[in-house]
Structure formats: structure tokens, C-alpha cells
């Protein structure tokens, strides 16, 4: 039987059209964006790491002239962000292998790397550094302590894990990152626990 974070990838495979409906356009993480844009250069390249459908973060940072490449485990979400925005670098690719040769100014996991269990998750940090040009900005979001949550989406159970906020300190200075800030359910941004770190 599929675990429920095995079925994550599935779930939005089939539900990529409901996602985007219910994603739209609304920039709740505006500021946060606003803060990670500010340890960048202005024209410094961007991965999306769990794109999605490329709105509305990919569009909002393409519009402020960078440059995004984006990455999803569901090839229904890159065949959406082709569409919308055939100029862009869409690949559809499984975050927990993603070795793109490549290293970029700034790194993004908004609401994807937090589907993966507390074991993938460990195993990501050295992903990012590998990918994280000097001086690169990391924006990511996490559970606010150890354990697993059973979501629900489009009628079916979604998988949440998350670390210790302990661990995700000591992951990211083991990987060369030092953490900017980091707010556990931000009133101001839907409830989300935020990490902005910079690498090097």
C-alpha cells in the first residue's frame, strides 16, 4: 500500500488544474518574497524548487527580471508553467535526486519541500548548497516542530513532516547557510513557518 508521502507526487498529478484554481494569482508571500529579492542581485537567476504551475512566485519574480527555472515532481504542473510561460526553463523533476549541474542566486521551496518526510528532508539541505551560488539566498517553508501531519486536498489525505527548528539550524550551517529569520505560523502570511537563509 502507497504511503501517504509517496502519494503526494499523484495527488497533484491529478489534481493540477484544482491546485490552480485554488492557487490564483494572490501574492500572500509578497513581503517575504520582498525580503529574499533583497539578498540578491538584481539580476540573479532563480530556482523554484516545487514550482508548481509557475504562479503566482515564478511569474512574480520573472516580472522583477529574474531569470527562474522551475522544477516539479508532476509533469502536469510543468506542462501548465510551459504554457503559461513558454520562455521559461520548466523541468519536471523529483527535488530528493535533483542534481541540475548548475548553481543560482537565489533558491525557493515554498509549500513543496514540507511534503517530504523528515528523512528527505535531511537529505535536501545538501541539495540546496550544491545548487546555491555564493551568497545565494534560500526561502523555504517547514512544519513549526518535528512530526508528520495528514492534510487533506481535493478530498484525499495530503502528507506534511517537518524537522525540529533545532535541526533545520544545524542542517543549514553544516551546509554553509546562515539563517536570516525565521517565523514560526506567521499571522501575516496564512500560518506559514518561514526560513530565509543566505549561503556563504
Known amino acids: 500500500m502507497t504511503s501517504p508521502a509517496d502519494a503526494v507526487i499523484d495527488l497533484y498529478q491529478r489534481h493540477a488544474a484544482t491546485y490552480d484554481g485554488l492557487r490564483g494569482k494572490l501574492l500572500m508571500e509578497g513581503p517575504w518574497l520582498a525580503r529574499f529579492r533583497a539578498l540578491l542581485a538584481p539580476d540573479a537567476t532563480i530556482l523554484d524548487i516545487g514550482c508548481g504551475t509557475g504562479q503566482p512566485i515564478a511569474r ?35 527535488m530528493r535526486r535533483l542534481a541540475l549541474g548548475r548553481r543560482f542566486g537565489g533558491l525557493i521551496a ?24 555564493p551568497g545565494a539566498a534560500l526561502l523555504f517553508t517547514s512544519g513549526p516542530a518535528h512530526g508528520e501531519a495528514i492534510g487533506s486536498f481535493a478530498g484525499e489525505a495530503l502528507y506534511h513532516g517537518s524537522l525540529d527548528p533545532q535541526e533545520y539550524r544545524a542542517l543549514l ?22 526560513w530565509l537563509a543566505q549561503h556563504g
Open 60 to 94: 512574480h519574480l520573472n516580472e522583477q527580471g529574474h531569470a527562474v527555472t522551475g522544477v516539479d515532481s508532476a509533469p502536469a504542473m510543468i506542462a501548465l508553467c510551459r504554457t503559461r510561460f513558454p520562455e521559461g526553463d520548466w523541468q519536471v523533476a523529483d
Open 110 to 133: 515554498w509549500d513543496s519541500f514540507f511534503h517530504l518526510t523528515p528523512e528527505d528532508q535531511r537529505a535536501m539541505f545538501k541539495i540546496f548548497a550544491n545548487h546555491a551560488a
Open 173 to 194: 550551517a553544516e551546509n554553509g547557510f546562515s539563517v536570516i529569520d525565521h517565523i514560526v505560523e506567521d499571522p501575516s502570511c496564512g500560518g506559514h513557518t518561514i
